[in-house]
Nanobody, 122 residues
Framework: QVQLVESGGGSVQPGGSLRLSCAVS????????IGWFRQAPGKEREGISC????????YYADSVKGRFTISRDNAKNTVYLQMNSLKPEDTAIYYC???????????????WGQGTPVTVSS
């Protein structure tokens, strides 16, 4: 049974940092890419980062480039999203998703976590 479990969300002031985790069971990161998406109230789900399975290539949306860093620990089968210099516009529910390759399109991902909320506010 495939399961993705996000954790690490919370409330933080602008300029602060959070690290999200996506713990994966049911498949290994050797064969699946993991993407991070977010959805703010009233907005569409946005792909913000992805790490590929094959060579560990990293992808970032322009909105988070230079502030967010994706990484993985294959031994723990876990992917992380380090978020620095957070802004109020980063407020959203953050989801991790798994599929065989990275894509900006949420529809192609077969597996999803339940989401973890991030609020950036003073």
């Amino acid at each position: 049974q495939v399961q993705l479990v996000e954790s690490g969300g919370g409330s933080v002031q602008p300029g602060g940092s959070l690290r999200l985790s996506c713990a994966v069971s049911g498949f290994t990161l050797d064969y699946y890419a993991i993407g991070w998406f977010r959805q703010a109230p009233g907005k569409e789900r946005e792909g913000i980062s992805c790490i590929s399975s094959s060579d560990g290539s990293l992808y970032y949306a322009d909105s988070v480039k230079g502030r967010f860093t994706i990484s993985r620990d294959n031994a723990k089968n876990t992917v992380y999203l380090q978020m620095n210099s957070l802004k109020p516009e980063d407020t959203a529910i953050y989801y991790c998703a798994g599929d065989t390759y990275c894509s900006d399109y949420a529809d192609i991902y077969d597996y999803w976590g339940q989401g973890t909320p991030v609020t950036v506010s003073s």
